[in-house]
Structures are given as structure tokens and as C-alpha cells.
């Protein structure tokens, strides 16, 4: 058992699904087989969505912690003393949500846990708190002081990792630039490596239509994209690229490639997305909510559910944990290596 990496899960925001879809991923007991897990968070907020609470082995540091199957460890922070309303963004949830985030990092940063998962935060309700940040991914950057990061999702085989998130479109077109793609195709590959591909085969997407056109729709990707391409390859990364982004996906998804460096947040989280949420119209609910998404290039491992809050659902016991048992399979994954 100690061989096992130990996973630190912030539950993210109490008045959506964090709490629940932590809870039962961890009722898997296959998790327990390849990691000790245990949660962070308010035990005042927990409920399976039918009024009753979980058993859970209260513990105010990892050393008293005994990572039973079944019972969850549980650091609580006793930042409040009974739910903030469900399905609403607020200020009491947005902060507790945050400060989940910030111990969870503390931990890592100190060497108590190997690995971090995050559960849906809501970012106006952290705003509303008073905490300025974007997201995680910006939290995690501030609090391991990281200047070179970036975001990764990946569904199975399918991977995407971006050269900018969370800006306004119209800036995101400014932000591709030669340093910072080649630098996003380096961490692709080291991470691709994490993974276990040897040799990542690794796509880089163009920013406008059919890649450009050799200059007729944007000069983007020949004056900065090719340009970093040229230097991943002579750096013996295996790149290729741009290619137009209204084909890459598929050939991504044929498995000619390992990753795709995508230019912006929705060219790579609308195709992820597509693949791994699935709605059952029949039954008017979602089939499956899959994949999970990893900070590359910071000090410590990250990696978060693939989905939102989804405050439409929280406190009814219906949301599915598979993308979070998806990410803390992945984080044990990472901290193994």
C-alpha cells in the first residue's frame, strides 16, 4: 500500500456535483488498488442527493489517514457549517472551492501528496469571493509560482493540449506566437512521454481556415507556426504541421498522431468533448461525461474532471463520477513515473 501514490481531491464547489461525484468515485475500489486517495473539502456538504450523509474517516493530516475502500478519508476544513444553497452560484461556495484548491497544493508542494485532482469549481463564484483568477489552471500557476504551463485534455487516445485558454477570442489570435507554440509542442511530447509513448507523434493545428492558405486567410501560420514546427523537429521532436483544423481531429482520432498542439481553448475542447460527453436522448440524460484535463509544465501533477459545476443536476444524485474516476486513474498514472 505505501508503494501507492497518495492523491489529494479538492471537491470542488459545494453547490455543485464536486462533492457527490467525489464520493462515489471512490466507492470504486479498483482506485484504492492503484492509489490512496483522499478528499478535501466541508464534511457539512456532503449528501448522495437523498438527505443522508456518506461514512468518512475524518483525518487532519495525511500521516493519520488509512485509506479504507468504502470510507473516504476526509481533510475537512470546516469552512462551513451546513451546504450553501444548491445549484446557484455564491460567495460561500466560491470560496470554499478555492480554498480546497489551495490546500490541495499546499500538500503537493510540501511532498504530503503525490498527486492532485480537482473536482468543477465554479470561476464566477471564485471571482465573486474575492479571488481573481480565470480557473485552476491560473490558480495552480500563481500558488507553484509557474510561468510556462498549459492546459491538456485528453479522452482515451485523444489528446489536445493549447497554446491558449482562457482569453477572449479576439486576444487568443494575438497570443500565437513562435516561442510559445514551440514551447506548448516540447511539453506535449514530454507529457505524451509521462504517458507512456515513447515516441509521441505529435499534430499541430493551423488558426484559420485551411491553415492559412500559404498567407491568402492569415499569415499566422507562416510566419509562427511553421517556424516553431521547424524548431520542435530540429530539436528531434516528431511534429508535423500546421495542418488545417478542420481535418487534424480526425486524423487525430485515426491514431496517426499521439496529441494535437491546438491555437486556442475551443479548437481543442469542442472535438474532446464531442467524443468523450455523450447525451442519451431517450432517456434525457447524459450516457457518459469522460476524459479529464492535466496543468503540463508545473512543479506538481494536476489533473482535473473534463466537465463544469453542472449546477442544472447537483443534489439529486444523478451525476456521474466516470470522468473522475478517469482522472485520478490518470494522476496515479503520472505520479508512477
Known amino acids: 500500500m505505501t508503494n501507492r501514490p497518495i492523491i489529494a481531491i479538492s471537491t470542488g464547489d459545494p453547490s455543485g456535483i464536486g462533492p457527490e461525484i467525489s464520493v462515489k468515485a471512490l466507492k470504486h475500489k479498483e482506485i484504492y488498488d492503484i492509489c490512496r486517495p483522499f478528499l478535501i473539502g466541508d464534511g457539512a456538504v456532503f449528501s448522495d442527493g437523498s438527505g443522508s450523509t456518506p461514512a468518512f474517516h475524518p483525518a487532519d ?24 444553497p444548491v445549484g446557484v452560484v455564491n460567495e460561500k461556495s466560491g470560496n470554499a472551492a478555492f480554498q480546497y484548491v489551495k490546500r490541495a497544493i ?13 473536482a468543477p469549481i465554479s470561476k464566477e463564484a471564485i471571482n465573486l469571493a474575492g479571488h481573481k483568477f480565470a480557473g485552476h ?3 495552480y500557476a500563481h500558488y507553484t509560482n509557474t510561468k510556462d504551463y498549459a492546459m491538456l485534455l485528453a479522452y482515451g487516445h485523444f489528446r489536445v493540449i493549447h497554446v491558449s485558454t482562457h482569453v477572449p477570442l479576439r486576444d487568443a489570435c494575438d497570443l500565437v506566437k513562435k516561442d510559445r507554440v514551440f514551447q506548448v509542442i516540447k511539453m506535449a511530447d514530454e507529457a505524451c512521454k509521462r504517458l507512456g509513448i515513447p515516441n509521441p507523434r505529435i499534430a499541430v493545428a493551423g488558426l484559420n481556415p485551411h491553415a492559412g492558405e500559404n498567407g491568402m486567410f492569415g499569415r499566422e501560420e ?28 480526425s486524423r487525430l482520432n485515426g491514431k496517426m498522431y499521439d496529441i494535437c498542439v491546438c491555437m486556442y481553448h475551443d479548437q481543442g475542447h ?3 468533448k464531442l467524443l468523450g460527453f455523450q447525451w442519451d436522448e431517450t432517456n434525457r440524460k447524459w450516457r457518459s461525461v469522460s476524459g479529464v484535463n492535466i496543468t503540463v509544465g508545473l512543479p506538481i501533477i494536476r489533473v482535473s474532471v473534463d466537465h463544469g459545476t453542472a449546477f442544472d443536476i447537483a443534489g439529486k444524485g444523478i451525476a456521474s463520477e466516470e ?12 505520479a508512477k513515473k
Do not use: Y
Open 270 to 272: 469542442i472535438p474532446t
Open 222 to 249: 507562416t510566419d509562427e507556426i511553421l517556424p516553431a514546427v521547424w524548431e520542435a523537429k530540429q530539436a528531434g521532436i516528431h511534429a508535423d504541421g500546421p495542418i488545417p483544423a478542420d481535418t487534424v481531429f
Open 106 to 118: 499546499e500538500l503537493a508542494m510540501d511532498g504530503q501528496a503525490d498527486a492532485t485532482v480537482t
Open 137 to 139: 489552471t491560473e490558480i
Open 323 to 334: 470522468s473522475m474516476v478517469n482522472a485520478i486513474s490518470c494522476a496515479a498514472q503520472f
Open 61 to 84: 493530516r495525511v500521516e493519520a489517514m488509512e485509506f479504507h475502500p468504502g470510507i473516504p478519508d476526509l481533510l475537512d476544513l470546516n469552512l462551513l457549517d451546513r451546504r450553501p
